[in-house]
């Protein structure tokens, strides 16, 4: 069951790709199956590489949505067309076998059954397949060199899942083939016909911010970074060329034109600020790091206070003047009448 072309199955692509790129980059199916009661479920479907959704899901026709242009990688439309009828049939086998083993495996109506299955490409590395089912949340089985294997924390459930799930010898062997060959093929397949969104290199915007007060005599220090492309960055509060421990980052959260945000904090004793600094590095600078120092950021802040009081001291003497020479003005004097 091979879906993709042989221009992407050699070492040298993988490789090649893999090194392009400068990270572990995955691609995984996570579908979610909400059993409702004895007849109904709910089957939701998504695609994703690394941390971007390239995949939708259509449940009207049943089938997955390219996000992208280049969502469907390099394949014809027949191939798409296999693979999609492939997930659209394993949806319904699938529900119909935790249907009929539902009391066996002591699952409750309502519940959820979580799937999440793809591979991973590592620069310079092999490529790893997983392959993993959750009942409510927690992990009960994985797959493993064409078997099923029992989480730790499964239980009883787990090992009667796993017992009934490597009975179908043909289903498994196909579901090795699928992870061993199929998905890494089709990751690269996507990685080509991708590259050039994928690759783009935009620089960040960063800025400096003071956020809540952390305590008496303390201040909290924030290093915004935005705007920019690939994902992986390096941003760090500094004070000469050591990096200083107390600090957090939040999450890289998405912007909507498919950018990236985060900020980095700094709690530290309103005395102690003197020398700290912002350093971001980013693949887009070309070794040129941005550093923001916090003594710029006062002087800018006191220069914008400054523009602001200037014009309000001049307005204020301008009314003092004004209102001063209205009072001392004397009524012209009265015109004799004509005779």
């Known amino acids: 069951f091979s879906l993709l072309p042989d221009a992407f199955s050699s070492p040298h692509s993988v490789g090649s790709l893999a090194t392009a790129f400068q990270e572990e980059i995955s691609f995984k199916i996570i579908q979610s ?97 997983f392959y993993r089912y959750a009942y409510q949340g927690s992990e009960v089985m994985h797959f493993q060199n064409n ?42 397949s996507i990685l080509d016909a991708g590259k050039a969104d994928l690759q783009r290199q935009v620089k960040p915007e960063a800025w400096l911010s003071t956020g809540s007060n952390p305590g008496p005599g303390r201040q909290m220090l924030v290093c915004h970074v935005s705007g920019f492309h690939p994902k992986p960055i390096w941003v760090k509060w500094m004070r000469g060329q050591q990096v200083q421990q107390d600090t957090h980052q939040s999450g890289i959260l998405p912007n909507a034109d498919g950018t990236w945000y985060l900020q980095v904090f700094m ?53 003092f003047w004004l209102r001063k020479r209205w009072s001392h003005c004397e009524p012209p004097a009265n015109l004799l009448p004509l005779k």
């Open 267 to 319: 709690d530290v004793k309103a005395t102690e600020t003197s020398g700290l600094y912002c350093r971001v590095r980013h693949s887009s600078l070309g070794g040129q790091d941005i550093l923001l120092y916090l003594e710029h950021h006062h002087n800018s802040m006191g220069l914008i206070i400054l523009a602001m009081m200037v014009p309000l001291v001049l307005l204020t003497a301008l009314a």
């Open 33 to 129: 199956l909400s059993f409702c009661n004895h007849s109904w479920v709910k089957i939701q479907n998504s695609a994703w590489l690394g941390d971007l959704q390239t995949h939708g899901w259509d449940t009207n026709s049943g089938s997955f949505i390219s996000l992208h242009p280049w969502s469907k990688g390099n394949l014809s439309k027949e191939e798409i067309k296999e693979l999609v009828e492939y997930f659209r049939k394993f949806s319904i086998g699938m529900s119909n076998k935790f249907h009929r083993h539902a009391s066996e495996w002591q699952l409750k109506y309502p519940f959820e059954i979580q799937i999440t299955r793809g591979c991973e490409l590592h620069p310079g590395g092999p490529t790893i397949a």
């Open 147 to 188: 078997s099923w294997f029992p989480s730790p924390k499964g239980g009883t459930r787990a090992q009667d899942m796993c017992k009934v799930f490597n009975q179908h010898v043909v289903i498994t062997n196909r579901v090795q083939r699928i992870l061993s060959d199929t998905c890494p093929r089709f990751l690269l």
